[in-house]
């Protein structure tokens, strides 16, 4: 359980953070960076979140997906030991990937096929949301690179939860802009 009576412990001010662990580690630590991006994503889709009033199962799908943002977050502060025995650590699961699937397919459902590249853009909500896949799929390039460093452990969910998730937005986004009506098209070469 989390209790946070102090907001400020000090224990920072010399450029660390610590980890779930308990180690600290730099602020600038790839995993940090990782979890960091993680929160920023969670941060973006709150936003969007506020201009989807009209539309309480696209605002509940990530609602559901903020929890699991800070699952991730959890399960990226405390990297997996070597033998890690199941439970041990709050960890993202294959059955959260597989309702974000779900969660594509229901939307993008009642979406036409593309015939173009879209640009971020249309409503506000879909703006935000083409903010936040941008924000995710940086979050998903830090953990794809922290997993390739020697003590870097990532678990495969994890970084499956965070592709999946950008795919998501891209179609939420959709959605969002009247279910791709309301799409801004790329024009290549418009404004040689």
């Given at each position: 359980?989390?209790k946070?009576?102090?907001?400020?412990t000090?224990?920072g001010?010399?450029?660390?953070?610590?980890?779930g662990t308990?180690?600290?580690?730099?602020?600038y630590?790839?995993?940090?960076?990782?979890y960091?991006a993680v929160?920023?994503?969670?941060?973006?889709?709150?936003?969007?979140?506020?201009?989807?009033q009209?539309?309480?199962?696209?605002?509940g799908?990530?609602?559901?997906?903020?929890?699991?943002?800070?699952?991730?977050?959890a399960?990226?502060?405390?990297?997996?030991?070597?033998?890690?025995?199941e439970?041990?650590a709050?960890?993202?699961?294959?059955?959260?990937?597989?309702?974000?699937?779900?969660?594509?397919?229901?939307?993008?459902?009642?979406?036409?096929?593309?015939?173009?590249?879209?640009?971020?853009?249309?409503t506000?909500?879909?703006a935000?949301l083409?903010?936040?896949r941008?924000?995710?799929?940086?979050?998903?390039?830090?953990?794809?690179?922290l997993?390739h460093?020697a003590?870097?452990?990532?678990?495969a969910?994890?970084?499956?939860?965070?592709?999946?998730?950008?795919?998501?937005?891209?179609?939420?986004?959709?959605?969002?802009?009247?279910?791709g009506?309301?799409?801004v098209?790329?024009?290549?070469?418009?404004s040689?």
């Amino acid at each position: 359980m989390v209790k946070l009576n102090k907001i400020y412990t000090r224990t920072g001010d010399d450029g660390t953070t610590g980890l779930g662990t308990g180690a600290r580690v730099a602020k600038y630590d790839l995993r940090v960076e990782a979890y960091g991006a993680v929160d920023e994503t969670n941060a973006v889709i709150g936003v969007a979140r506020l201009h989807l009033q009209g539309d309480p199962a696209l605002d509940g799908m990530l609602k559901r997906v903020q929890n699991d943002l800070f699952d991730l977050g959890a399960d990226l502060c405390v990297p997996p030991a070597p033998g890690e025995a199941e439970g041990a650590a709050l960890r993202i699961v294959p059955a959260q990937v597989a309702r974000l699937e779900a969660d594509i397919d229901t939307l993008n459902a009642g979406l036409s096929p593309l015939t173009s590249f879209i640009l971020p853009a249309g409503t506000a909500a879909a703006a935000h949301l083409h903010l936040a896949r941008t924000v995710c799929r940086r979050a998903e390039r830090i953990m794809v690179a922290l997993s390739h460093q020697a003590d870097g452990m990532v678990g495969a969910p994890a970084i499956h939860y965070v592709n999946r998730l950008s795919d998501l937005l891209f179609v939420a986004g959709r959605h969002a802009n009247a279910r791709g009506a309301d799409d801004v098209l790329w024009v290549p070469g418009a404004s040689r």
